[in-house]
């Protein structure tokens, strides 16, 4: 059964910095992108960044550019979201989520971690 759990999430104050984690379990992903997702109350849920599991191509929504770090410890089984600079219009649910390569559709999602930036 595959598993995806992220820990990190807070409250923090603006221009402040926070460091999501996610842990994989359940099967092998080396052939898998890993992604971080976002649901702001009220909205869709939006793409932030991802990772391929195996090298470390990375993409980024233009909105985190330069803020956000998304990075993996393979021995860990585990991805990471570094936040800086942290704005009130990044506070949001964030998930983690795994999509086979090749494909389209994220098949897996972790529960959802809340950040919080106040002013």
């Known amino acids: 059964q595959v598993q995806l759990e992220e820990s990190g999430g807070g409250l923090v104050q603006a221009g402040g910095s926070l460091r999501l984690s996610c842990t994989a379990s359940?099967?092998?992903?080396?052939?898998?992108?890993m992604g971080w997702f976002r649901q702001a109350s009220g909205k869709e849920r939006d793409f932030v960044a991802r990772i391929t599991w195996s090298g470390d191509n990375t993409y980024y929504a233009d909105s985190v550019k330069g803020r956000f770090t998304i990075s993996k410890d393979n021995a860990k089984n585990t991805v990471y979201l570094q936040m800086n600079s942290l704005k009130p219009g990044d506070t949001a649910v964030y998930y983690c989520?795994?999509?086979?390569?090749?494909?389209?559709?994220?098949?897996?999602w972790g529960q959802g971690t809340q950040v919080t930036v106040s002013s």
């Open positions: 989520a795994a999509r086979r390569a090749g494909t389209v559709s994220y098949a897996y």
């Open positions: 359940g099967r092998t992903f080396s052939d898998y992108y």
